[in-house]
């Protein structure tokens, strides 16, 4: 079983960045090929796709964003450190949510997409 | 972007009934979709990938079908532990999800 553990500040305050780093089991980045996804839900609401970053067993590579967060998104993967981090800048209130990271396999099978979530880390931003 | 229109977004039904949860894509996205469960405080599960494959270790009690911009979740034999909210994902181009299906057991 893969382990994934959102890590970061709870609260954030408006216009300032919010950083949150995602640890993944040891070993397991890399052993082969992967997406890293950060998904976010604001409470009651549904989940939104942030975006990606792909990784080999040796190094990591682009990454691809929804473009409703263009321009203010970085996520990146540090393989040495079996972890890979979501940067998002100028917050408002409107980006308080859950943040959940999550793993996709490559190639996936059709149609499967991420292949283990973590927890979720609550992020709540206000002055 | 793809749209997805989950609908209904809530359910009421009681043990041993059978519903069911859809979704229409804005586009046709061929079987590349997902129905995800979630619980109160929990990330989401799998339940079925590419329409209608079951996930590993899920009731045989849920049944995915659809492709193109169509799609259907059915559970069968409502049992109490499926109260949860339902999602689909389209995976064919970037990742959307529905809106959710609140499903209640009375």
């Known amino acids: 079983q893969v382990l994934l553990q959102e890590s970061g500040p709870g609260l954030v305050k408006p216009s300032q960045s919010l950083s949150l780093s995602c640890n993944v089991s040891a070993d397991f980045m890399t052993s082969g090929s992967f997406y890293w996804h950060w998904i976010r839900q604001p409470a009651g609401k549904t989940l939104e796709y942030i975006g990606r970053?792909?990784?080999?067993?040796?190094?990591?590579?682009?990454?691809t964003y929804n473009p409703s967060f263009w321009g203010r998104v970085t996520i990146l993967a540090d393989l040495s450190k079996h972890q890979f981090s979501l940067k998002m800048n100028f917050v408002t209130a409107a980006d308080t949510a859950v943040y959940y990271c999550a793993v996709q396999r490559v190639p996936s099978l059709p149609g499967r997409s991420f292949n283990f979530w973590g927890q979720g880390a609550k992020v709540t931003v206000s002055s | 972007a793809i749209h997805m229109t989950q609908s209904p977004s809530f359910l009421s039904a009681s043990v041993g009934d059978r519903v069911s949860i859809t979704c229409r894509a804005s586009?046709?996205?061929?079987?590349?979709l997902e129905w995800f469960q979630q619980k109160p405080g929990e990330a989401p599960t799998v339940l079925i990938s590419a329409s209608s494959t079951l996930e590993g270790g899920v009731s045989s009690r849920f049944v995915g079908s659809g492709s193109g911009t169509d799609f259907t979740l059915t559970i069968n034999g409502l049992q109490a532990e499926d109260s949860a909210i339902y999602y689909c994902?389209?995976?064919?181009?970037?990742?959307?999800f529905g809106q959710g299906t609140r499903l209640e057991i009375k």
């Open positions: 970053v792909s990784t080999s067993a040796t190094s990591a590579h682009g990454s």
């Open positions: 994902l389209q995976n064919y181009n970037d990742y959307t």
């Open positions: 586009q046709p996205i061929g079987r590349e």
